[in-house]
């Protein structure tokens, strides 16, 4: 169990006031979202845990943390959250939404079945945007913080991420219009950039695309299966010195309640190069340099 960093505890003691103060975070089961609970926590917030189980309930379960069971993509879950936030026993403000379930699913953009196209945006686009809209009018009256977690990918489509990359673009541009609509209701707005990050799920990720290459036809393996292996390889490398899930969660729930947020920020060195290498390189430029990084990492991926 990933366990709350010195400033997270440190936090705690300087902020009682946080105890009347509720925070949801969703995807909380583990990773990130797990890490980012516990902080919170343990700055004094009470979090209510977005899980799916019975037995990730039992996981997250601790002080200053409440599973709930939430799948973004189910009406009555969010129903039922929005009622217990509303009749809190306590009567604590929902101070702080993070927006942080996700899945990753894969695979070169002609390859991918359009079904877990529509999965992934079902659940990294809407299911924020539900969840949004049901907890909007709590954030307006306590003037609370909605934080939105993208990618390094909402802002470069590496090969194979395509359908991944199209969900964090899309909440890139659903977060900058929602930025400008509630400024004035006095709700913030801020995404986060995460690059790659040592979470159960980046490491699933590559093996349900080679499951899925697997599966291709011999003239799509014929075209994509040294792309598919070679990607997953270069990741595979890269999140052996990725940021651990544990320091990416204490960074984000300090994103979510610094006075004076910025409306972007970047998680981790991959993140804080791509990301400006997009705004001011040529695409074609672009597309070298990636290329290149991806072979290097690739080829110092073991066997």
Same mark, same amino acid.
């Given at each position: 169990?990933?366990?709350?960093?010195?400033?997270?505890?440190?936090?705690? $003691?300087?902020?009682?006031?946080?105890?009347?103060?509720?925070?949801?975070?969703?995807?909380?089961?583990?990773?990130?979202?797990?890490?980012?609970?516990?902080?919170?926590?343990?700055?004094?917030?009470?979090?209510?845990? *977005?899980?799916?189980?019975?037995?990730?309930?039992?996981?997250? $379960?601790?002080? *200053?943390?409440?599973?709930?069971?939430?799948?973004?993509?189910?009406?009555?879950?969010?129903?039922?959250?929005?009622?217990?936030?509303?009749?809190?026993?306590?009567?604590?403000?929902?101070?702080?939404?993070?927006?942080?379930?996700?899945?990753?699913?894969?695979?070169?953009?002609?390859?991918?079945?359009?079904?877990?196209?529509?999965?992934?945006?079902?659940?990294?686009?809407?299911?924020?945007?539900?969840?949004?809209?049901?907890?909007?009018?709590?954030?307006?009256?306590?003037?609370?913080?909605?934080?939105?977690?993208?990618?390094?990918?909402?802002?470069?489509?590496?090969?194979?991420?395509?359908?991944?990359?199209?969900?964090?673009?899309?909440?890139?541009?659903?977060?900058?219009?929602?930025?400008?609509?509630?400024?004035?209701?006095?709700?913030?707005?801020?995404?986060?950039?995460? *690059?790659?990050?040592?979470?159960?799920?980046?490491?699933?990720?590559?093996?349900?695309?080679?499951?899925?290459?697997?599966?291709?036809?011999?003239?799509?393996?014929?075209?994509?299966?040294?792309?598919?292996?070679?990607?997953?390889?270069?990741?595979?490398?890269?999140?052996?010195?990725?940021?651990?899930?544990?320091?990416?969660?204490?960074?984000?729930?300090?994103?979510?309640?610094?006075?004076?947020? $910025?409306?972007?920020? %970047?998680?981790?060195?991959?993140?804080?190069?791509?990301?400006?290498?997009?705004?001011?390189?040529? %695409?074609?430029?672009?597309?070298?340099?990636?290329?290149?990084?991806?072979?290097?990492?690739?080829?110092?991926?073991?066997?």
């Amino acid at each position: 169990m990933l366990r709350p960093s010195k400033n997270a505890r440190k936090s705690q $003691r300087k902020n009682p006031r946080n105890r009347d103060e509720l925070a949801v975070v969703s995807g909380a089961s583990s990773g990130i979202g797990a890490a980012t609970a516990q902080a919170l926590a343990a700055m004094g917030y009470h979090v209510l845990a *977005g899980v799916r189980t019975d037995s990730e309930a039992d996981v997250v $379960r601790a002080d *200053g943390i409440e599973p709930v069971t939430l799948d973004i993509t189910v009406p009555e879950h969010l129903d039922a959250l929005a009622r217990r936030i509303s009749d809190d026993p306590e009567r604590r403000v929902l101070r702080v939404l993070v927006n942080n379930a996700g899945i990753e699913i894969n695979a070169p953009v002609e390859v991918l079945p359009l079904a877990l196209w529509r999965e992934q945006f079902e659940v990294n686009l809407f299911g924020h945007i539900a969840v949004i809209q049901k907890l909007l009018p709590f954030l307006r009256r306590s003037r609370g913080r909605i934080v939105n977690i993208s990618s390094v990918g909402g802002v470069a489509a590496l090969p194979v991420f395509g359908a991944y990359a199209g969900t964090k673009f899309a909440l890139e541009a659903a977060s900058d219009s929602l930025r400008r609509e509630v400024s004035a209701q006095g709700v913030q707005v801020v995404v986060v950039q995460p *690059g790659g990050v040592r979470t159960d799920m980046a490491a699933r990720s590559g093996d349900l695309s080679l499951e899925l290459a697997a599966a291709m036809s011999t003239e799509h393996q014929r075209l994509y299966s040294h792309l598919v292996n070679a990607t997953v390889a270069s990741n595979t490398a890269f999140l052996q010195h990725a940021l651990p899930a544990a320091e990416a969660g204490a960074k984000i729930a300090r994103m979510a309640t610094t006075p004076r947020p $910025r409306a972007r920020y %970047t998680l981790g060195t991959d993140a804080a190069f791509i990301v400006p290498l997009t705004r001011h390189l040529p %695409t074609r430029l672009v597309d070298a340099i990636l290329t290149m990084s991806h072979r290097s990492r690739a080829s110092k991926s073991p066997a």
